[in-house]
């Protein structure tokens, strides 16, 4: 029965059938990267030649536009027409009640602009009158105390508003002590006179040379400058005609010389007690702005 059955005839050899998938699936790849890419009618129609030399004859069809491609966001959308935006304008109107509102801060403003201005020429007008008085003042404490600035006790001058009188140590304390001269008291009663009817703070500063005094009384020229500055003030006030509330006392030691301590006849003029009226800061505010409100 085997020998009767006829011989099956060979078939395609087997690795035909791999060489058949490998065809069709490397067309289905070029398949899709045709239909993913965009198409270049120029180079398409190149190709489209090359093709019909490699396969044959094909029909040519006639390209009237260049092939470009499709925009899905053109398709879809279409551009708007801009329309501009209105600006609101927003104006600020005033009222009447506001308009004199106005007026009444601007007519404010320039009286208390006048008002300062007459502070200013009351105030300028004062210091002139002050400045006057202290000159004469100071003329008048110069013929009184005339001797003892011929002898080189006392100096008297003016600064602005003020009049320094230096009591030198010459004469009104012995070296290194705070204790006033018998003879000197004559002398500070003379200026105390002049004092007592002249307004304005009285300061009492007391100054040192720069040789350091170290002793039972005084451990310092600071000590010894301030007891004597203390000094002059009570024999001042034996005179129950001027107010104690008037007096400041200072004491600087070596610390503001009149000239360089380098020699003798130098450190005997920084050794001094300076008594300075001075006016036009206190006592004298109330008449200003009283002169000003008139």
């Known amino acids: 029965m085997a020998d009767e059955c006829p011989k099956c005839p060979d078939g395609l050899p087997p690795w035909l059938a791999t060489f058949a998938d490998l065809m069709s699936l490397l067309m289905c790849f070029f398949v899709l990267l045709l239909s993913f890419a965009e198409i270049d009618a ?37 551009p708007g027409k801009p329309e501009p935006t209105p600006i609101e304008e927003l104006r600020q109107q005033t009222t009447d009640v506001e308009k004199d509102f106005l007026q009444s801060e601007d007519q404010r403003s320039e009286a208390e602009e ?47 508003t003020k009049i320094i009188i230096r009591i030198q140590e010459k004469g009104s304390f012995p070296s290194g002590r705070a204790t006033l001269n018998p003879d000197f008291f004559e002398v500070i009663s003379k200026i105390t006179d002049v004092i007592a009817n002249t307004p304005g703070k009285i300061i ?11 002793t039972r009384r005084f451990r310092s020229n600071w000590e010894l400058s301030s007891a004597r ?7 001042m006030l034996s005179n129950a005609a001027i107010d104690e509330g008037r007096f400041l006392i200072q004491g600087y030691a070596d610390s503001q010389p009149l000239v360089v301590n380098d020699t003798s006849e130098n450190r005997a003029q920084n050794r001094r007690v300076e008594l300075v009226i001075q006016r036009g800061e206190d006592e004298d505010s109330g008449e200003v702005i009283k002169a000003s409100e008139q």
């Open 229 to 235: 500055a203390v000094t002059v003030v009570h024999a």
């Open 114 to 160: 006048q008002q300062d201005l007459d502070i200013d020429v009351a105030k300028a007008a004062m210091q002139a009158q002050i400045e006057e008085e202290v000159e004469e003042q100071a003329e008048e404490l110069q013929e009184m105390l005339d001797s003892e600035i011929s002898e080189g006790l006392l100096d008297v001058e003016t600064e602005d």
């Open 42 to 78: 120029a180079r398409f129609k190149k190709m489209a030649e090359s093709m019909k030399d490699a396969f044959g004859v094909q029909r040519e069809i006639p390209v009237m536009d260049v092939v470009k491609g499709t925009s899905v966001v053109m398709q879809e959308f279409s």
């Open 204 to 214: 009492v500063a007391g100054h040192t040379d720069n040789i350091p005094i170290s």
